[in-house]
């Protein structure tokens, strides 16, 4: 099978071109774009698409720089293949973004081909990694940390972007350009060692080949595709999970369920995490193993522990539910202030930012006394409480929830934490710490819109009736 009889076999097989698409080339000149470029323009000849190339001059390399401008130029000119050049200053971009050149310029690279091939409904973006560009980056990926996915390395084909060449080797690439005598660009920054790719090309690899096996580049590649195969089948197997374990509230709040989570196996409780951290995160690169797992070790911890990971995503677990949210993290509000009942004064209001509450004090005789029953018109609402006043030897106040306080939650005289009531009813962490309550000391009447305790209960023996309507401001409208 001939060079371009491979090619052509790979992007029928991996579906990469259609007729009526508009193929992109980043073109810079080099030997492997050149020979993208003139492969695809044979393969015309047997399929209906467009061909287009972008060309971008990252400001770097002076008058080479220039002059592989100019080359690019001339054969697309004499191919009459329609040519767009783009002049960027990469190196201030690095400098703006933090990051390297080799990332501003591949960035760069990648935006404008986009900005041209986003133009065409079947716009797609032809680059040329080869066989032994995917060996690197495989290696590149081992040695920084990966998974399974990042031992796959780069795909057929992503979004826009599709890979026709992946399959040969830059030896396959340089015979061809030789038997059709087509010249090419060579980039000095190719030869730099202080570029990473570099040294795995003119170091790491030679050695592994002379010293480990010759064939090592081809075992690599080979792994990397069965990991894609292997891959493609967990992600399956994740988006079938993904249905009925995640919950996305919005673009920056995902609920996940851990009663369904928590019994599968850790190979998909991992893909599930990664995948909703990648959906939260703005750049994936920075979710890494650790946070996987720190994550997933919630499972087993306690409502209301919580995580800071990457990028702003804060993770939480609320009784069966592991929370993911993108954002600052909100600190809580400052305690309301505590406002005392006044002692004495037959009625008045008790007031902070959240509730409002009416009081008054008066007699049994005035609803009506005592029947075999209780009291005749005791009310049987939430928002309206009774409580014996002669029982209360203290201040009522209104304030936070506090550490100490407990309420009486039976007949029996059986109290318990106010703050574990408010879990035992689901009640968020955050939330809890938030709580209004009526409380004399540490001993709770009422934790606003939960419950109110039993210490106080009216009775036969009772002469003078505490009556608390709460109104929640919120509420109102």
Known sequence: ????????????????????????????????????????????????????????????????????????????????????????????????????????????????????????????????????DQVETVLHHLCRGTGLQGMGGMTAKRGRIIRPFLQVTKTDILEYLSAIQQAYCEDSTNQDLVYTRNRLRQ???????????????????????????????????????WAHTVHKIDASRIELSLKAIKNQPAL??????????????????????????????????????SIDLAEGLQVEREYETIIFQRGERKTLPEPDETIEMVEKAPFGILENKKWKIQWRIFLVEEVGGFTENGIKKIPKNNCTKWF?????????????????????????GHHKDALQIGKDLKIAAKERRTLSVL??????????????????????????ILEMICEKKEDKV
């Open 203 to 241: 170091v790491v690899i030679p050695m592994l080949q002379a010293e480990v096996n010759p064939q090592t580049s081809v075992h690599i590649a080979q792994l990397a595709l069965e990991m894609q195969e292997a891959y493609d089948f967990i992600a399956q197997a994740g988006e079938s999970l």
């Open 1 to 132: 099978m001939t060079f371009e009889e491979s090619v052509f076999s790979w992007c029928k097989e991996q579906e990469l071109i259609e007729a009526g698409d508009t193929i992109v080339v980043g073109l810079s000149g080099g030997a492997d774009s050149v020979c993208l470029l003139r492969v695809l323009e044979k393969l015309q000849q047997k399929i209906d698409f467009s061909l287009r190339a972008v060309h971008v001059h990252h400001g770097i390399r002076g008058e080479e720089a220039d002059a592989d401008q100019k080359f690019v130029e001339q054969l697309c000119d004499r191919l009459s293949i329609p040519l767009e050049v783009y002049r960027e200053d990469v190196p201030k971009l690095a400098r703006q973004e933090n990051i390297s050149t080799e990332e501003a310029g591949r960035n760069v690279r990648y935006a404008r081909m986009e900005q041209v091939a986003k133009r065409d409904k079947q716009g797609k973006i032809a680059v040329a990694h080869h066989q032994n």
């Open 388 to 412: 014996d006043y002669d029982k209360i030897k203290g201040t009522v106040t209104l304030r936070n929830i506090q550490k100490k306080d407990c309420m009486q939650i039976d007949s029996m």
């Open 439 to 464: 409380a004399v000391e540490n001993t709770v009447l009422w934790i606003l819109g939960v419950r109110s305790g039993q210490d106080f209960l009216i009775d036969t023996h009772t002469k003078r």
């Open 268 to 305: 998909m409780q991992k893909w599930i995490v990664k995948r909703i951290l990648e959906e939260l995160s703005p750049m994936h690169k920075n979710i890494e193993r650790q946070h996987i797992l720190d994550t997933i070790s919630l499972f087993d911890k306690q409502s209301g522990r």
